[in-house]
C-alpha cells in the first residue's frame, strides 16, 4: 500500500511538472507577450516598443531559465503576482478557492444522498415501473449540460416567479431565487440555483452507476440466500445489499471532482459567483502568467488527490482488493 | 404594433413547419422495418421503447440538418427590419413579410427558430465527424497500449492522463485564444503551409484515421498484393487529398476546405475526447486479450496488429457502438461549451453553444428568456435522444 501510494505521488509531480510546462509554454507564445506588454503599459505601442518593454521586464530570457525561476518561486510558497487582480496569486487563490469550497460542499451534500437513493430505488427492483421511470429520469439529467440546466432554472425559478411575485402578485416571495449569485453568502435565495445546476448533471450518472451496482448485487447468491432464509425484502435491501452496492459509487463519487470542476466553471460564469472558476476565466482571458499557472498546479492536485483517495478507499472499502 | 399569434398557433407551426424532418423518419423506419432482421442491434431497437425515442430524437436533428434550407424560413444571418422585432416575443409577426418568427426575434432582429435549424447543421457534422476522429485516434494508441503494455503503454497513458486531469475549459481557453491561434506562414521549401498550434494538432489527428486505414488493409490482404494495392492507393489518394484540403486549406482541386475557427474547435474538441476513448479501447483490449480466440490466433502465428485490428476490434464492437453514441453527445456538450465561452466558432454563427452564450446576458427578463431557452432545448434534446439510443443499444446487445 505504502510503495502503492508513494508511485501514485510520483505520477501526481510528473504530471503537475508537465502541465505547468504546457501552460508556461502556451501562455509565453510571442502573441500572448505582445498582448501583456500592450495591456501593462500602452495599448498602442509599436513593435520596437514592444520588444523593448519585453527587454526590460525580463520576458526575453531564456524559457527554461524562466520556468525554474517559476518552480524555484512556487516551491518556496511565492506564487508571484496577479496582473489581473493586482494581488499576490497566493491571496487569490486562497480566497477563491474557499468560495468554490463552500459551493462543492452545498453540491455534494445536495447530490450524492439523492443520487445513491434513486440509484438504490430504481436499482432494488430491476424493470420495475419504478425503475423505468427514475432510469429515464437519470438519462435525462445527463444529457443537460450546466449551461442548459443553468439557463431553464435561471428561466423558471428567477425570472418567471419574480416576473409572477413582483408583477402579478400572486406568488409567495420565499420561492423567488436569485439568478446572481454572490460569493460567501450561504442563503437559501443566493445557493439554490447554482447549487442545483451543479448538482443536475451529477446525480444521474452517480444514480445510474447506483443503480447498476445495486442490480448486480440483488442478482448475487448471498442476497438470494438472504431472501430464502425468510428475511423480509426491505432488511435484505438495507442490511445485506446496500453495503456492497455502494462501494462502486462511492469511489465514482471522488472520481467527479475533475468534471465538477469544469462544471464550477460554467457555472460561475453563469451565475456570476466570483470563485475559483470565475478566476480561471478572468486568468485565461488576460493572460495572467502567474494565476494561471497557480491555477492549473492546484486544479491538478484537486483532481489527482480525489483520484488517491478514491483509490484508496477502494481498497479500504473492498476486502478483496486490500488482500491483494 | 407588431402582430402576435396564439401558443396554440406557436405549438402547431413548430411541429408543422419540420414537416421533411417527420416525413424523413416516418420513411426511413418504416423502410428499415421489414429489413430489422438483417440489421442486427439496430433492428431489435424497434423492440425497445427507450432506444426508439432516442432514434426519433437523433433522427430528428439529423434530418432538421439535411433540410435546413427547407426547414427554415430565413437564412441564419438575415434580420428584420420592421419595428419591434428585435428581442420580439414568440409569435411576433413581421409586419413587412408577413414570416411568423414562432420562436421570437434576438437581439439583432435574426429569427431564432431559423438560426436554431441552421445551427443543428453545424452541430451535427461536427460533433460526429470530431467524435469519429477521435476513435481513430483512441483505437490507434489504445489497442497496442492494451495489447503490449510495456513502456508505450505507461506513456501513452500518462498522456491521456494529462489531459483528463487538465481542467478542460482552461486548455480550450490557452488554445483557442485569437493570439495562439492566429496561422503564420512556414516555408518548407517547396511550399508555404500556414502554421499554429491548433493546425498542429488538427494535422497531427487528421493522420491518425490515414494510418489506422493503411493498417487495416496492411493486415488483411498481406497475402493478396493486388487487392492491398488498390485499398493503398483509394485510402491514400481520399485521405491525403482530404487532409490537404482540410488541415492546411490548400487542396489542389478547391473543394474540401473548412474555416480555421471551425479546424480550430475541431482539433480542441478532438483532444477533449480521444484520452476518453483511449482509455476504454486499451480497457477492453486487456480484457479480451484473455479470450481463447485470442490465443488461438497467436498460436496460428498471427502478426499482433492482424489480432488487434481482426481479432480484437470485432469482438470489442458491442461497447465501442454504445460508447460512440454516449461520446457523440459528450462531444456535443464540449462544443457548446467552447460557444458557451465564446471560444472558436465565429461570434454571429447560429451554432447551438453560440446561440446560448449570446442569449445569456436577457435571461434574467421574463420577456427576453427565448433568445437562450431555444436553443438550450435544442442541444439537450439532441444530447438526450443519443444517451436514450445508447442505453437502448446498450440492453438489446446485453440480450445477445
Not at chain 2, 490507434?140 to 503503454?153: E, Q
Request: aromatic share 12%; proline share 5%.
Amino acid at each position: 500500500m505504502f510503495i502503492f501510494i508513494l508511485r501514485r505521488i510520483g505520477a501526481m509531480l510528473a504530471t503537475m511538472v508537465a502541465m505547468t510546462f504546457i501552460v508556461f509554454y502556451l501562455v509565453n507564445l510571442p502573441g500572448n507577450l505582445e498582448k501583456i506588454a500592450k495591456t501593462e503599459s500602452n495599448m498602442r505601442m509599436s513593435d520596437e516598443e514592444v520588444a523593448s518593454w519585453l527587454e526590460r521586464k525580463g520576458y526575453n530570457r531564456p524559457f527554461l531559465v524562466r520556468y525554474g525561476e517559476w518552480i524555484a518561486g512556487t516551491v518556496q510558497g511565492d506564487m508571484g503576482w496577479s496582473r489581473v487582480f493586482r494581488k499576490p496569486v497566493r491571496e487569490v487563490v486562497g480566497e477563491r478557492l474557499g468560495h468554490t469550497g463552500i459551493l462543492m460542499f452545498w453540491v455534494m451534500i445536495v447530490m450524492v444522498p439523492s443520487a445513491l437513493t434513486i440509484g438504490i430505488l430504481a436499482g432494488m427492483r430491476e424493470g420495475s415501473l419504478l425503475d423505468r421511470n427514475l432510469s429515464v429520469a437519470s438519462i435525462a439529467s445527463t444529457s443537460a449540460p450546466e449551461y442548459v440546466t443553468g439557463i431553464v432554472f435561471t428561466v423558471i425559478f428567477a425570472s418567471f416567479f419574480g416576473y409572477m411575485a413582483k408583477d402579478v402578485g400572486w406568488w409567495p416571495d420565499w420561492l423567488v431565487f436569485k439568478g446572481v449569485a454572490k460569493a460567501g453568502k450561504v442563503t437559501v435565495e443566493n445557493f439554490t440555483l447554482p447549487v442545483m445546476t451543479l448538482a443536475i448533471y451529477g446525480m444521474g450518472y452517480i444514480a445510474r452507476l447506483t443503480r447498476a451496482s445495486m442490480v448486480e448485487v440483488m442478482t448475487s447468491q448471498y442476497i438470494r440466500t438472504a431472501r430464502l432464509k425468510g428475511l423480509s425484502f426491505r432488511v435484505v435491501v438495507l442490511k445485506h445489499a446496500l453495503r456492497n452496492a455502494l462501494i462502486t459509487p462511492f469511489t465514482v463519487i471522488m472520481l467527479q471532482f475533475p468534471w465538477l470542476l469544469s462544471g464550477v466553471v460554467i457555472v460561475e460564469a453563469m451565475f456570476n459567483y466570483k470563485g475559483f472558476g470565475f478566476i480561471l476565466v478572468s486568468a485565461a482571458g488576460n493572460n495572467d502568467i502567474d494565476l494561471l499557472l497557480a491555477i492549473s498546479w492546484v486544479a491538478v492536485i484537486v483532481v489527482l488527490l480525489t483520484q488517491l483517495i478514491s483509490d484508496i478507499g477502494y481498497a479500504y472499502l473492498n476486502p478483496r482488493i486490500r488482500v491483494k | 404594433m407588431p402582430e402576435f399569434i396564439g401558443t396554440g398557433e406557436i405549438i402547431l407551426l413548430s411541429i408543422t413547419r419540420f414537416w421533411p424532418a417527420w416525413l424523413a423518419i416516418a420513411v426511413t423506419l418504416g423502410v428499415c422495418w421489414p429489413l430489422r432482421e438483417r440489421l442486427g442491434v439496430f433492428g431489435r431497437l424497434y423492440g425497445s421503447r427507450i432506444g426508439m425515442a432516442g432514434l426519433i430524437f437523433v433522427l430528428f436533428w439529423v434530418f432538421t440538418a439535411a433540410f435546413a434550407d427547407q426547414i427554415a424560413v430565413l437564412g441564419p444571418l438575415e434580420q428584420s427590419f420592421s419595428p419591434g422585432m428585435k428581442k420580439g416575443l414568440p409569435g411576433i409577426t413581421d409586419t413587412q413579410s408577413g414570416i411568423v418568427f414562432i420562436w421570437g426575434g434576438d437581439n439583432l432582429a435574426r429569427d431564432i427558430f431559423s438560426r436554431v435549424v441552421h445551427g443543428s447543421r453545424i452541430v451535427l457534422l461536427v460533433a460526429p465527424a470530431a467524435t469519429l476522429i477521435a476513435y481513430m485516434v483512441g483505437l490507434t494508441l489504445g489497442l497496442p497500449a492494451g495489447y503490449f503494455r510495456g513502456w508505450s503503454d505507461t506513456i501513452s497513458s500518462f498522456l491521456a492522463n494529462l489531459i483528463l486531469a487538465f481542467p478542460i475549459i482552461l486548455l480550450f481557453y490557452l488554445l483557442v485564444t485569437p493570439e495562439v491561434r492566429i496561422p503564420h506562414p512556414v516555408d518548407l521549401g517547396i511550399f508555404t503551409i500556414p502554421w499554429s498550434i491548433p493546425i498542429g494538432m488538427a494535422a497531427l489527428f487528421f493522420l491518425f484515421p490515414i494510418i489506422f486505414l493503411c493498417t487495416m488493409w496492411f493486415t488483411k490482404y498481406e497475402s493478396n498484393k493486388k487487392k492491398l494495392a488498390i485499398y493503398l492507393a483509394v485510402t491514400l489518394v481520399a485521405g491525403l487529398w482530404a487532409y490537404s484540403g482540410l488541415v492546411f486549406n490548400s487542396d489542389p482541386l478547391g473543394i474540401l476546405s473548412m474555416e480555421p475557427n471551425e479546424l480550430n474547435v475541431f482539433a480542441a474538441v478532438i483532444l477533449g475526447s480521444s484520452p476518453g476513448v483511449f482509455r476504454i479501447v486499451r480497457g477492453l483490449t486487456m480484457d479480451i486479450m484473455t479470450r481463447d480466440y485470442v490465443a488461438a490466433a497467436q498460436t496460428r502465428g498471427e502478426r499482433p496488429w492482424y489480432i488487434m485490428l481482426w481479432e480484437i476490434m470485432p469482438n470489442a464492437r458491442g461497447p465501442l457502438i454504445v460508447d460512440f453514441c454516449l461520446r457523440i453527445g459528450y462531444t456535443t456538450i464540449l462544443l457548446g461549451t467552447l460557444g458557451y465561452f465564446g471560444l472558436g466558432l465565429q461570434p454571429e454563427s447560429p451554432d447551438w453553444g453560440s446561440m446560448i452564450n449570446h442569449g445569456r446576458p436577457f435571461i434574467r427578463l421574463a420577456t427576453t428568456v427565448h433568445l437562450a431557452l431555444f436553443p438550450a432545448l435544442a442541444l439537450m434534446s439532441l444530447v438526450l435522444g443519443l444517451n436514450l439510443l445508447a442505453d437502448g443499444l446498450r440492453e438489446e446487445s446485453l440480450k445477445d
